[in-house]
């Protein structure tokens, strides 16, 4: 929950220039896996991130990423649920360049808000849809979110490869028709990115290069 912001600094998969870049990486010896660029923003998407539940999805404003999992209320968590966040965080986004902590205090105003606040329920959630991330007050830069909201139906359908799914898309990963180059949205190098993430836990080498190279 951090109060500053920086502008992204990632590597671009596009065509030619990717390909002239290979020299340079293997002489470096960088390993480079992704086979697109589904970081928001790419040139599929605005540059500007928008709040409010159904828009795109921003990126964090920090690598360091407080996390809270709603404890009472309507959109309280069961055991359950609590331990598939954990699980996701921990298998699949801790070994990533992002640090994630637990907030247990959370803070829903002013400038150091806590950025990820899961929580169950179907309220708000179109009916076809499972869950959903979205972005609650902007961070400082054009492209973050200070505070994203990750809202996952009950009754069996808050699941691991769904966790991975959302947070994925609350630290900026995109579906695969707003990558660049542009994939089928059931490409399975998308991870759990994938759409439906049913079945699909890893959140695969292509997004975790993409979230290495820009946090």
Same mark, same amino acid.
């Given at each position: 929950?951090?109060?500053?912001?920086?502008?992204?600094?990632?590597?671009?998969?596009?065509?030619?220039?990717?390909?002239?870049?290979?020299?340079?990486?293997?002489?470096?010896?960088?390993?480079?896996?992704?086979?697109? &660029?589904?970081?928001?923003?790419?040139?599929?998407?605005?540059?500007?991130?928008?709040?409010?539940?159904?828009?795109?999805?921003?990126?964090?404003?920090?690598?360091?990423?407080?996390?809270?999992?709603?404890?009472? %209320?309507?959109?309280?968590?069961?055991?359950?649920?609590?331990?598939?966040?954990?699980?996701?965080? &921990?298998?699949?986004?801790?070994?990533?360049?992002?640090?994630?902590?637990?907030?247990?205090?959370?803070?829903?105003?002013?400038?150091?808000?806590?950025?990820?606040?899961?929580?169950?329920?179907?309220?708000?959630?179109?009916?076809?849809?499972?869950?959903?991330?979205?972005?609650?007050?902007? %961070?400082?830069?054009?492209?973050?979110?200070?505070?994203?909201?990750?809202?996952?139906?009950?009754?069996? &359908?808050?699941?691991?490869?769904?966790?991975?799914?959302?947070?994925?898309?609350?630290?900026?990963?995109?579906?695969? &028709?707003?990558?660049?180059?542009?994939?089928?949205?059931?490409?399975?190098?998308?991870?759990?990115?994938?759409?439906?993430?049913? %079945?699909?836990?890893?959140?695969?080498?292509?997004?975790?290069?993409?979230?290495?190279?820009?946090?």
């Amino acid at each position: 929950m951090s109060v500053f912001s920086r502008v992204p600094v990632r590597r671009r998969v596009t065509g030619v220039v990717a390909m002239a870049l290979v020299p340079l990486m293997v002489a470096v010896g960088v390993a480079w896996a992704a086979v697109t &660029d589904n970081m928001f923003p790419t040139e599929s998407t605005g540059s500007s991130c928008l709040t409010g539940m159904g828009n795109s999805p921003c990126q964090t404003d920090n690598r360091e990423v407080y996390f809270y999992m709603d404890s009472s %209320g309507e959109y309280k968590l069961e055991s359950e649920d609590r331990s598939m966040v954990n699980a996701a965080i &921990d298998r699949e986004y801790r070994p990533t360049d992002l640090a994630f902590h637990y907030d247990s205090s959370p803070v829903f105003e002013g400038s150091a808000e806590t950025d990820i606040i899961y929580q169950e329920g179907s309220t708000g959630l179109p009916d076809s849809v499972a869950g959903r991330a979205w972005c609650n007050a902007r %961070g400082g830069a054009l492209y973050n979110c200070d505070q994203q909201y990750i809202r996952i139906r009950g009754n069996g &359908d808050y699941t691991y490869a769904r966790v991975c799914h959302e947070t994925g898309h609350a630290v900026g990963l995109q579906h695969g &028709d707003y990558a660049i180059p542009m994939l089928s949205k059931t490409d399975s190098r998308l991870g759990c990115l994938v759409t439906p993430s049913t %079945g699909h836990n890893d959140l695969g080498d292509n997004n975790r290069e993409n979230i290495d190279g820009t946090y």
